[in-house]
């Protein structure tokens, strides 16, 4: 098992932990498949729009994140599951990595991707039902603030009991609603690693929320804070390695293409159609400092043969592939240190050690074993019965037994 501190020196371990190819693979496929719901649902909601295919693809390209022509509700319900999409291929994915790390941690160094999978699949339902609880309770308080303005209508009563009433309950209500979205936020972060590390139903998982956020204020948002940055700056320096592999491949390959290859590149380039401050965002180390990397121009791309698209889009498809990875890296991130973060807080807020607790391997064993050792006492038992029957002078029972 790995030295544990269950300090905010543990804290640092998450970037190390996170690059791990197994662990940006799981993160990679939550967000290749929330994306490609995201962009399917987008692409309807702006046809329910009235906005034809080839407009579309000539303003927005592979990535509709910007520009919503989104007018009637419908519109904008379609658009939001492709978010909700995104968000719970997210959640899951980040589950599988926090498993995978707790696993780690545990010294179990070879668990799978196909055994994170299968536990994913038993313990899904408190991933989504946390937060999901959390904003069927939020929504409960809004509308008991809309039923609040219904009642100031009344005229007189119901102007005097606004009044009266606007410190105690009302005020204090709205109050505890903001923090209920205060925590719902943070829930969409924590209750991945509590699911990953305790195997808790939704009950269980929001309590842990509350109580986390609610006794170890200070610590969790100073190794969040911490965590956020290390993500940031991985997925720079990570990006910045891809953008010179690129170069170089590049720059070998001209040596004999010429200009074919800088006019197949030019086209491949123009189907990132990511808005530039999101490319800023990446290629930056951090917003209002001038510390970046220069990528690729974007631009509307060249006429090409028929085999030249062909590879444009294929290389097209392949540099968005690696803007995935890229981004998966620092979600990994993100996803380890929150199971880090978890198990200090656990170990500080109740002197509960997650990592001696057994695991599932070892509870499949235990389990096995008692089996193994009830069935040998059954038949022992089984024995001594017979054995007693055919004792000297033997009953006419007996001797049936025996023969």
């Not at 001038?290 to 444009?312: D, V």
Request: proline content about 3%.
């Amino acid at each position: 098992m790995t030295k544990f501190y269950y300090d905010i020196r543990d804290v640092f371990r998450a970037p190390r932990l996170a690059l791990s190819g197994k662990k940006i693979l799981l993160q990679f496929f939550g967000v290749a498949i929330g994306y490609l719901g995201y962009l399917i649902l987008t692409y309807i909601a702006f046809l329910a729009s009235g906005v034809s295919i080839s407009d579309i693809w000539k303003y927005q390209g592979l990535f509709p994140l910007q520009n919503f022509p989104f007018v009637k509700w419908y519109q904008w319900a379609i658009f939001a599951v492709g978010c909700l999409w995104a968000l719970v291929c997210w959640l899951l994915a980040s589950t599988m990595v926090g498993k995978v790390t707790f696993e780690q941690l545990k010294g179990d160094d070879f668990y799978s991707s196909k055994e994170s999978f299968r536990f994913l699949k038993k313990n899904w339902a408190p991933v989504l039902l946390t937060p999901l609880s959390m904003l069927a309770f939020i929504a409960f308080l809004f509308i008991c603030g809309m039923i609040v303005g219904l009642w100031g209508k009344i005229p007189f009563a119901g102007e005097l009991g606004i009044g009266i009433f606007y410190l105690v309950p009302i005020f204090v209500t709205a109050l505890f609603l903001a923090y209920i979205v205060f925590v719902f936020v943070i829930s969409l972060l924590l209750s991945p690693a509590i699911v990953a590390t305790l195997k808790e139903d939704t009950f269980e998982t929001i309590v842990q929320v509350f109580t986390t956020v609610w006794n170890q204020a200070w610590r969790y948002f100073v190794y969040g804070g911490l965590i956020g940055v290390m993500s940031k700056v991985g997925m720079f320096i990570f990006g910045y390695f891809s953008l010179r592999a690129g170069q170089f491949i590049h720059l070998s390959a001209k040596v004999f293409m010429g200009d074919k290859l800088s006019d197949i590149m030019e086209e491949a380039v123009s189907y990132i159609t990511i808005p530039q401050h999101l490319l800023n965002y990446f290629s930056n180390i951090f917003y209002g400092i001038k510390f970046h990397y220069s990528l690729p121009e974007i631009g509307p791309g060249i006429y090409l043969n028929w085999s030249g698209e062909i590879s444009a889009f294929l290389i097209g498809i392949s540099l968005i592939a690696v803007i995935f990875v890229v981004l998966s890296y620092g979600l990994a991130i993100i996803s380890t240190g929150q199971t880090i973060t978890y198990i200090i807080l656990r170990k500080k807020k109740d002197d509960d050690d997650l990592l001696k607790r057994k695991t599932e391997t070892e509870e499949e064993e235990e389990r096995r074993e008692m089996e193994e050792k009830a069935k040998e006492e059954g038949e022992s038992t089984e024995s001594g019965s017979k054995a007693k029957s055919c004792t000297y002078p033997p009953t006419e029972e007996g001797k049936k037994e025996c023969n």
